[in-house]
């Protein structure tokens, strides 16, 4: 029996959730409960699920890059919901501004791992360090600017997410190279 390929479940759940935020971002739609619920769920718990399939296949890269931005998902809901259930206060510019530096940081370090690996995960990693770096940026300086710009990045981040996890079903389905990836 083959085993599953769970990469495209956590390409999806991450592309899909990266370009609804970014739709906020540019300033095309609201953050409401639609997409606070895609971070839970698709984006958050997606990725966890796909993760804990990449660990139990041993693939080391898969396991950490799946479950770190599933958590990824979930913390960053937090910050926006335990404040206005009266947990905690809420963070301010900078404060979000450091924790966006840090997952670039990450992300920068997991993009070195994927230079191994296809031109297409290359692209989604790249291209979320960059994202991360920008939505930094646009906190510490307060710029809507650099906002709607991450916004437009995150846009193209989260479509490659979806080309490539499109690409692999795809493929794995028609037993040949449907889309390049």
């Known amino acids: 029996m083959a085993e599953t390929n769970a990469a495209p479940l956590g390409l999806m759940g991450f592309g899909l959730t990266t370009v609804l935020l970014n739709l906020h971002n540019v300033g095309l739609i609201p953050l409401t409960s639609?997409?606070?619920?895609?971070?839970?769920?698709?984006?958050?718990?997606?990725?966890?699920?796909?993760?804990?399939?990449?660990?139990?296949?041993?693939?080391?890269?898969?396991t950490v890059a799946f479950c770190s931005y599933g958590l990824f998902w979930l913390s960053f809901v937090a910050l926006l919901i335990l404040p206005k259930m009266g947990l905690a206060d809420a963070a301010n510019s900078h404060s979000i501004g450091a924790y966006l530096i840090m997952w670039g940081i990450f992300t920068l370090i997991m993009s070195v791992g994927s230079l191994k690996m296809r031109k297409s995960v290359q692209v989604i990693f790249f291209s979320l360090a960059i994202l991360f770096f920008l939505l930094a940026s646009a906190e510490f300086a307060g710029?809507?600017?650099?906002?709607?710009?991450?916004?437009?990045?995150?846009?193209f981040c989260g479509l490659s997410a979806i080309y490539t996890a499109v690409g692999e079903i795809l493929n794995e389905v028609y037993g040949r190279e449907v889309l390049p990836v």
């Open 143 to 155: 710029s809507e600017i650099l906002k709607r710009i991450a916004g437009i990045e995150g846009i």
């Open 34 to 62: 639609m997409i606070l619920g895609m971070g839970i769920f698709y984006g958050g718990l997606a990725q966890l699920i796909a993760g804990v399939i990449e660990s139990r296949k041993g693939n080391t890269f898969g």
